[in-house]
């Protein structure tokens, strides 16, 4: 599945979805936008028939969806599905803990974890905000929380793997763009002090954004060979999350144009659903990484070797190359096996030292 397909080639191979046990399916950030989208076409596609829990904070929005979602017939009550939303604020990692280990004790296992929360669309670093835990907020959102639910539910997708299901993981974010990981500014403290400066030259901070996702998914494409890692790249998509609800009075002009060219250009969050449960699906893409675009179409991906020592080994000469994962050039990816290893002990610490 590498051509970009039309949106009716999208809703027809989404249409022949199915699987012979009741899918297990987590969208953080099912409450709106995409992911609420994703979810309520996961619902339809399964006519109900599955294990569908919607993470955010919006308890009142997430009531609404579920009770539109369709229900499965009598014959089938008591088969295990059901329909569930867990509360969280994903801002606090210590709170994306709690909620991973009381999915981890009750869950047996998961086929689909979906990340699309992601939170104020003020991404220009300059307005986010230091949260208690001691992260930037935009950072929270857009990587560490996303990398917190991806290890801490990892297993439930091996667990499914094991049993011979669908495991695949998704963050929407921004991918093939080839942005580099920034390795000397991890923090992204210089970057944002620049983010606004036009004498220094703009950071493009949501780019960089999309370099930690890039490395999320290879490191651990790269450390469950057996999985499917997908990143994703929404494109403009009309969601009440991704108008810019405030950039400044300078920049309110600026604001007002990216605002009302999203709304005549934008695609509608259900359209945009369609492309990225066409790539979440996709029976070709069982295991390995996947960056892909707006409509799900493939950029490159490279599936690893079940022993993947050449992703360890620096002393290679393509462990430093950017765009290069594993030994393989990967179009659209910005990383490099070395730079994935710094961004990956980083992160490691700066989350070890929330307790
Ligand atoms: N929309 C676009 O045009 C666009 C463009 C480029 C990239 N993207 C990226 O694509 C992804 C999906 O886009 P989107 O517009 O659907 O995203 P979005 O509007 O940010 O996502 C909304 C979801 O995020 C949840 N959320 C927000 N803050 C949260 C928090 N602190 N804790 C838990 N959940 C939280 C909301 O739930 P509650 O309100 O219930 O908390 C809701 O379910 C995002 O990562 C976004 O950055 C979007």
Not at 8 to 35: D, K, L, M, Q, R
Not at 97 to 109: D, E, N, Q, S
Not at 260 to 285: H, N, R, V
Not at 322 to 336: C, D, I, Q, W
Request: aromatic share 10%; net charge neutral.
């Amino acid at each position: 599945m590498t051509t970009t397909p039309t949106l009716a080639v999208a809703e027809a191979a989404n249409a022949i979805f199915s699987t012979n046990y009741i899918p297990v399916a987590v969208f953080v950030g099912g409450t709106s936008g995409v992911g609420q989208a994703m979810a309520e076409a996961f619902a339809r596609q399964t006519k109900g028939f599955a294990h569908i829990i919607i993470i955010g904070r919006s308890a009142a929005a997430a009531e609404r969806i579920l009770a539109d979602f369709p229900k499965p017939g009598p014959l089938k009550t008591s088969s295990g599905w059901a329909h569930e939303f867990v509360q969280c604020d994903a801002t606090s990692i210590k709170s994306v803990r709690v909620a991973c280990g009381a999915l981890r004790a009750r869950l047996g296992r998961i086929n689909f974890l979906v990340i699309s929360a992601g939170g104020p669309m003020a991404n220009s670093m300059v307005l986010s905000q230091q949260i208690p835990e001691g992260l930037d907020e935009s950072l929270a959102m857009r990587y560490f929380m996303r990398y917190t639910f991806l290890k801490e539910l990892v297993p439930l997708l091996e667990s499914a793997r094991k049993e011979g299901q669908h495991a695949h993981f998704m963050t929407i974010q921004g991918a093939g763009f080839g942005a580099s990981i920034p390795t000397q500014d991890l923090g992204l403290q210089e970057a944002k002090k620049h983010a606004w400066n036009f004498t220094k030259g703009m950071t493009p901070v949501g780019s960089l954004f999309f370099a930690y996702n890039d490395g999320l998914v290879a490191y651990f494409a790269a450390e469950h060979p057996n999985i499917a890692f997908t990143h994703i790249s929404p494109g403009q998509v009309r969601t009440v999350g991704g108008a810019i609800s405030t950039m400044g009075w300078l920049f309110a002009p600026l604001k007002w144009l990216f605002n009302t060219l999203k709304a005549i250009m934008g695609t509608s969050q259900d359209e945009s659903a369609q492309y990225m449960l066409y790539a979440l699906l996709d029976s070709s893409a069982e295991r390995g990484v996947f960056f892909r675009g707006s409509r799900g179409q493939v950029i490159s991906s490279h599936v690893s070797d079940v022993d993947h020592k050449g992703w360890e080994d620096f002393a290679l000469p393509t462990a430093h190359k950017a765009g290069v994962f594993n030994g393989f050039t990967l179009k659209g990816y910005g990383g490099s096996d070395a730079t994935v290893s710094g961004l990956i002990h980083y992160t490691e610490k700066v989350l070890g030292d929330i307790e």
